[in-house]
């Protein structure tokens, strides 16, 4: 079935320091893929998507490139802050799908100043 | 514009009673999803509702849950019997149509079973 897979944290990481999450699919077709945050006691909020090949996704100085020879969607930002710490979540939207989500089990990214 | 409301926000029940989780999509959404939370744990996906109509129930477990979205209210995750392990996050999510439309995600109701 469809999954997704992506680094396990937490990561740490100083002020203006490079931020890289991996995540990697599975899935038939060409399903759409997300990354979502979630600050502490809130709901999920969509960072960026993307939902074909080749396509980036960008927000807030966050990108993903969609890679569909590699099966992966990695969550990149040049020069994170203190405020980027959160839970960090790729996800995708199957093909067949109506709008169901498969999550992965969630990054979490600590910046400290 | 308020956003996506959920409550409780949080919510004990002894093992044996119901729980009952509301969520109220934002204005002018009619399509509701929701997800289950396990600690350490990634969502999953549950139930997606449109008004009075289950699209895709694939995600939910076959005995004690049932979830329904009424044409006037919001729409309600009902769990029977509860269970220690039915003890995660629920979240509620609504958007404005299907395929990639975005999903907003509400605050999540933590259930707690003793």
């Known amino acids: 079935g469809d999954s997704v897979t992506q680094m396990e944290g937490p990561v740490t990481l100083s002020e203006e320091a490079f931020l890289t999450i991996n995540c990697t699919y599975t899935?038939?077709?060409?399903?759409?893929l997300f990354w979502y945050v979630q600050y502490p006691g809130e709901g999920l909020q969509l960072l960026l998507k993307a939902t074909k090949a080749d396509d980036k996704g960008s927000n807030k100085g966050f990108e993903a490139t969609y890679r569909k020879e590699t099966t992966s969607f990695h969550l990149e930002k040049g020069s994170v802050q203190v405020s980027d710490s959160a839970v960090y979540f790729c996800?995708?939207?199957?093909?067949?799908?109506?709008?169901?989500?498969?999550f992965g089990a969630g990054t979490q990214v600590v910046v400290t100043p | 514009n308020a956003g996506v409301m959920q409550n409780p926000r949080h919510l004990v029940r002894r093992r044996g009673q119901e729980a009952r989780l509301r969520c109220s999509p934002m204005?002018?959404?009619?399509?509701v999803y929701w997800y289950r939370q396990l600690p350490e744990e990634g969502l999953k996906f549950m139930v997606y509702l449109q008004k009075e109509n289950i699209i895709d129930e694939s995600g939910m477990p076959k005995e004690r849950f049932s979830a329904e979205f009424p044409k006037e209210g919001p729409s309600i995750l009902r769990i029977q019997q509860v269970v220690r392990g039915d003890s995660a996050a629920y979240f509620c999510?609504?958007?404005?149509?299907?395929?990639?439309?975005?999903?907003?995600f509400g605050p999540g109701t933590r259930l707690t079973v003793t």
């Open positions: 999510a609504s958007s404005k149509g299907q395929g990639d439309y975005e999903q907003y």
């Open positions: 899935a038939t077709g060409y399903p759409s």
């Open positions: 996800a995708l939207r199957a093909t067949d799908s109506w709008g169901k989500l498969q």
């Open positions: 204005k002018g959404h009619s399509h």
